[in-house]
């Protein structure tokens, strides 16, 4: 029996250097966003470099840290995926569609900027525009990721070493409170992982939002945690079935999910 893809990772952070060493080149996440045509393809490397920049902006410029939750206000983007490993990598509890009051930082998209106005700590807001494009102006009491994660480092080491079970992940599954240490993240995702047949390779196209277990399962933690890739498709509900066929074929997408 084949041994599961990085068998002893038991945080999320571990789960992508794993990926990392095996194969920095082969594709990690793809997003298309149907309504303005956008397709952004990023390797292993690629999402690696920009969660440590990521990371380097929460830790340094943001003061985040262990016991620190970061509500996120976000859809199922591919710069989405990228701030839950970067909280990951940090310590801080990443809390997706969570109570902007009640937490130490917000990462907000356009959708969301008027909610996350209730957070009292520092709030970041993403464009979500293609090509990580800026806001053409800044939100007044936000900073503008795209403007200031370039200037970041290209590597990330914390200050306090994330442990297993420090917690990581606050969510919802079936509508019930779901609170995870970053060990239990790990095995949940594993459990996800073999219930949905995932393999090394396995490429996920996901349609789920990111603000429940299962949408953060299918879209991000299943396949990173067997060695596979997701396909991250937004504002897709127009597309016909035959759009559909030729994406999942020219994707080599080996299960649909939403």
């Known amino acids: 029996m084949t041994a599961p893809f990085a068998a002893d990772a038991r945080t999320p952070a571990e789960l992508l250097r794993a990926a ?10 793809t997003f298309y966003d149907d309504r303005t045509g956008e397709r952004v393809e990023l390797s292993v490397k690629t999402f690696d470099n920009w969660v440590a920049k990521t990371a380097n902006l929460l830790q340094d410029e943001l003061n985040a840290g262990p016991e620190d939750r970061a509500a996120l206000l976000l859809p199922a983007h591919w710069q989405s995926a990228v701030w839950l490993l970067a909280c990951w990598s940090v310590g801080v509890t990443a809390v997706p569609g969570g109570d902007p009051a009640e937490a130490a930082l917000v990462v907000s998209g356009p959708d969301g900027l ?41 590597r990330f080491a914390p200050y306090s070493p994330v442990v297993a079970d420090s917690p990581a992940l606050e969510t919802t599954v079936d509508g019930l409170p779901l609170k995870l240490s970053s060990e239990q993240t790990v095995r949940l995702a594993r459990e996800g992982a073999a219930r949905l047949g995932l393999e090394r390779g396995s490429r996920v196209l996901s349609t789920l939002s990111y603000d429940d277990w299962a949408g953060l399962e299918a879209g991000l933690l299943a396949p990173l945690v067997a060695g596979g890739s997701v396909v991250l498709c937004r504002n897709s509900g127009e597309l016909t079935d035959d759009q559909w066929r030729s994406r999942i074929d020219a994707e080599r997408v080996t299960l649909k999910v939403g």
């Open 114 to 154: 008027e909610a996350a106005q209730a957070c009292s700590g520092e709030r970041v807001a993403l464009a979500l525009r293609p090509l990580g494009g800026r806001f053409p102006q800044r939100p007044d009491g936000f900073l503008d990721y795209a403007a200031e994660v370039p200037g970041q480092g290209d």
């Open 20 to 29: 990392l060493g095996e194969d920095p080149a082969r594709p990690l996440v």
